[in-house]
C-alpha cells in the first residue's frame, strides 16, 4: 500500500510551532531528534491515537531567506491543509479556546461542517467534519 507519510511546512521556530500544533491544534509530537547540522527532525501527527498511520506534518525551520519568505503562505493564500474531525463543535470550541484564529462562522456545506482558521504563522485550514 501507498501513502503519503509526510508534508513538509515550514516554520520560524521549532518549539514555537510543537506547541501550537500539540496544544492549540491537540495533535501529538511524534518525533523530535536533532540532526549534525543543527537543525532538528520534528514530526506531528494530527492524531494523536493513530500513530504512523495518517498523513503526518514535518516541521522544518526555514533554513535561508528564501524558505523564509514562504513561511506562513506555503499555498499562495489557499486553504492547504484539512483536518477532519469527527465532532465539529467539540474541536471548534477547543481550538477557539486556545486561542486559534478562524476567518469565519462554521458553513454547512452539502459535503459537511467546516471552518476556514489560520496556523500561528497565517497558513490556512479548514477544521472539516464530513457529510455522513
Same mark, same amino acid.
Given at each position: 500500500?501507498?501513502?503519503i507519510a509526510l508534508v513538509t511546512l515550514v516554520? %520560524?521556530?521549532?518549539d514555537e510551532a510543537i506547541r501550537f500544533y500539540t496544544e492549540a491544534l491537540g495533535f501529538r509530537l511524534a518525533e523530535d531528534e536533532a540532526r549534525p547540522n543543527g537543525s532538528r527532525w520534528v514530526v506531528v501527527e494530527a492524531d494523536p491515537e493513530s500513530a504512523g498511520a495518517g498523513t503526518a506534518l514535518l516541521l522544518a525551520r526555514a533554513g535561508n531567506e528564501a524558505q523564509s519568505g514562504r513561511?506562513? %503562505?506555503q499555498t499562495g493564500g489557499r486553504v492547504g491543509f484539512f483536518l477532519h474531525t469527527d465532532d465539529f463543535a467539540r474541536d471548534h470550541a477547543r481550538m477557539s479556546a486556545a486561542g486559534v484564529t478562524f476567518l469565519e462562522e462554521p458553513r454547512y456545506e452539502p459535503y459537511g461542517t467546516v471552518a476556514v482558521f489560520q496556523d500561528l504563522y497565517g497558513n490556512r485550514w479548514d477544521l472539516l467534519q464530513p457529510a455522513g
Amino acid at each position: 500500500m501507498r501513502r503519503i507519510a509526510l508534508v513538509t511546512l515550514v516554520v %520560524d521556530d521549532y518549539d514555537e510551532a510543537i506547541r501550537f500544533y500539540t496544544e492549540a491544534l491537540g495533535f501529538r509530537l511524534a518525533e523530535d531528534e536533532a540532526r549534525p547540522n543543527g537543525s532538528r527532525w520534528v514530526v506531528v501527527e494530527a492524531d494523536p491515537e493513530s500513530a504512523g498511520a495518517g498523513t503526518a506534518l514535518l516541521l522544518a525551520r526555514a533554513g535561508n531567506e528564501a524558505q523564509s519568505g514562504r513561511v506562513g %503562505d506555503q499555498t499562495g493564500g489557499r486553504v492547504g491543509f484539512f483536518l477532519h474531525t469527527d465532532d465539529f463543535a467539540r474541536d471548534h470550541a477547543r481550538m477557539s479556546a486556545a486561542g486559534v484564529t478562524f476567518l469565519e462562522e462554521p458553513r454547512y456545506e452539502p459535503y459537511g461542517t467546516v471552518a476556514v482558521f489560520q496556523d500561528l504563522y497565517g497558513n490556512r485550514w479548514d477544521l472539516l467534519q464530513p457529510a455522513g
